[in-house]
């Protein structure tokens, strides 16, 4: 008999196949054109989210005009109305306005629509969410105007979240009931020369147990090509022991890493990537290995690796921070080797596959599988676990571990709040979004993908909300239970150990 979480498992993934199956065209299409699905499932999800949601404006969003009150909201239809005769007219000129400190260039080599081509709905509604998701403006608009008999100018107006928000130092509070409560501080520059870089110094603590610090530099377009390049370098410690004098565990770590990345297609809608990294680490462990005379015994040892990586990545969202429509699947194999030290080489790989299916404005169903699999001579303090803020949310046992993790997610995202607006006197414009969701998670681990079959799989649930602002990208507040123990909160600025 197949065991009942076995039997949810399954379920989840047959309907991941379902989901997945139309076509991302006609997805947006139904986005578009129909306000609520129709469906059985989708219908009833949809009624409850506006049942609860908030009234219309919230749901819909839209931004302050410089004529309202703080935190009105305009419709953004009304935005797309003005755009409809212009539709299926040939852009002859694009005008950026707004942009203060943002080059023109970001702003252009970021949309889909183009000088030269015809003014497409569904690519213009794609551009105005994939700007905002950017991080780097409170609002962003479009409007056209005819130029002539099939001819047309396109504006695009966007409004830039203020420097103070962009360029100055935060605090940062993480919270897992696995593992407690984080704190430290980000200073991240945004927008970094008004060229789309991001530089970011970031520190944090978990009292008594470890501590972190890391730099880190972006560039989408590096020296001007569609390549993005991103350069790290951190470290690590532990500060205290674990209560088993016997167990391997990583006392320090400094590393630095390098990655580039090369388009293998032309597309800004359906991004196809070839990612690689290449990085350096010193690290202070205890091992248990055995001496000369073949006795085990744990001791500190240093060791330098060198891991070298690949990943092949395919994007379609239409955003980047909260996404409502698209796809995301990335293939990744990661190779480590010491190089002094103790002999050690194992390899990391990885299969990570997202689909959001919208149900709605500003609603959608988000499937996510994630599959890992650790080979070689792994240590056994990256033997993988269950449960934290980026799995099986609400699980605990820390005596299951594995080098084998498979982890499905079915998940609801709807708009709560925004986008709201609000100018705040001698600062800018602040922007202010919620969304409320929903999430089942199963997953399982072993020590070999051939035993799948046979392992239990372990499922939660919870809810949550995420709240986008200038301060942080993202935050996320959930609660999770698998319903046997109390409920689990998490609270994540997107950072971790």
Partial sequence: MIPLARKRFLALLFSALVAGAPREARAGERARTEPRDTSAAGGILSRAAARFSWPDWARHGGGARDDEPAGAAADPDTEWKNLEPCYGCAIDSIVVTGNEHTKEIVILREMATKQGAVLDERLIRRDSAYLHGLGYFAEVSMAAEQRGAGRCRLRVSIVERPAVFMRVPYPVVNYDFQR????????????????????ALSGLTRKDREEGVSFSWSDPWFLGRRAPFRF???????????????????????????????????????????????????????????DASGDYSGQFYFQNFVSVGAELEYDSRDNRIAPFNGMFHRIRVRRFSSVSGPEQRYVFYGLSDYFYVPTGEYRSFILGVDGDIREGDTPTYLDMKLGG???????????????????????????????RVFR??????????????????????????????????????????????????????EMATDGKNSPAFYMTAGTDF
Wanted: proline content about 2%; overall charge positive.
């Fill in 424 to 477: 705040i006197p001698k600062i800018g414009k602040f922007d202010f979004t919620m969304n409320w969701v929903a999430f089942i998670d199963n997953g399982a681990l072993m020590d070999d993908i051939r035993d799948a079959g046979g392992e239990r799989f372990y499922s939660t649930g919870g809810l949550g909300v995420e709240i986008i602002s200038p301060f942080r990208d993202l935050i996320r507040l």
């Fill in 232 to 290: 790290d370098t951190y470290g690590y410690r532990r500060l205290g022991d674990p209560a088993d004098v016997d167990e391997e565990y990583l006392k320090q770590l400094v590393g630095t890493s390098g990655g580039f990345g090369l388009p293998l297609t032309q597309s800004l809608v359906k991004q196809l990537w070839l990612k690689t990294n290449l990085s350096f680490e010193r690290r202070k462990t205890k091992l248990t290995l055995a």
């Fill in 389 to 419: 803020v980026r799995d099986i949310r609400g699980f605990r046992d820390d005596e299951l571990r594995g080098t084998v993790k498979l982890v499905a997610t079915l998940q609801y995202r709807a708009r709560l709040v925004g986008t």
């Fill in 180 to 199: 407690g409560l984080s704190y430290g501080a980000t200073w991240k520059i945004k927008n970094f020369r008004g060229l789309g870089e991001d530089l």
